[in-house]
């Protein structure tokens, strides 16, 4: 049995303050559910006057495009995926950013392997072989968190037109040193990964980071 100690310094589960513009995709449970609210969302907000012939094909590309994110994302094991999927001031469904929520074991142990958690969060962020990235560490509501921010090229043979800049903070999950938590984010920024939007998308995604609790049961 563990004691009550264990129980209040063993996390559970993850809080992050967004904005109404976003929107949590679940991705192992209540998925389905959760894109059709969203969706359904969507489709409220298009014009009464809007041309007949232009609602069908306009509803099937977002529903393409916005199921084949999610249906990605799956692919990765993913715990939440986050979008913005409210309009922005221009009323355009943006697709162009995202915050992809992971947890994974110490890579290549078993649980209860040794090390020093700064060596393994970044032997994490290592595995995919991203160079050159630029990496920091710090805490986050007191646990050790790695983060790596780098560009990731174009890449015609996957469909992926636009550069995209990165962020990823990997971080210990309180009372269980086996666990970490990944959380990851992704914009194109406005056509460009370096971009002013790309700057101010990136510096938005460590506020919200920096605001990040765990929770405990």
Avoid: C
């Avoid at 992971?102 to 991203?130: F, I």
């Avoid at 790695?146 to 210990?172: I, N, T």
Wanted: aromatic share 8%.
């Amino acid at each position: 049995m563990p004691t009550e100690q264990t129980d209040r310094t063993r996390a559970t589960g993850y809080r992050m303050l967004l904005p109404e513009e976003w929107a949590q995709v679940p991705l192992r449970q209540g998925t389905e559910a959760a894109v059709s609210a969203i969706l359904d969302d969507a489709y409220s907000r298009i014009p009464k006057d809007a041309p007949a012939d232009k609602i069908g094909p306009y509803k099937r590309e977002l529903a393409r495009r916005f199921h084949g994110a999610v249906a990605a994302a799956q692919e990765t094991q993913a715990l939440d995926m986050y979008l913005p999927v409210k309009p922005m001031g221009d009323g355009n469904f943006n697709l162009g950013a995202s915050i992809m929520v992971t947890e994974t074991l110490l890579p290549g142990h078993g649980r209860g392997a040794a090390a020093e958690p700064a060596e393994v969060a970044v032997r994490l962020l290592a595995k995919d072989g991203v160079e050159g990235a630029d990496l920091s560490s710090g805490e986050i509501d007191g646990a050790l968190a790695v983060r790596r921010e780098h560009v990731a090229g174009a890449d015609q043979s996957r469909g992926v037109e636009l550069g995209s800049r990165r962020v990823e903070y990997v971080m210990s999950v309180p009372g269980d040193p086996d666990r970490w938590f990944v959380a990851a984010f992704s914009t194109i920024g406005a056509g460009g990964p370096r971009d002013d939007l790309a700057e101010a998308l990136v510096e938005w995604f460590d506020a919200v980071m920096a605001n990040f609790r765990w929770r405990y049961e």
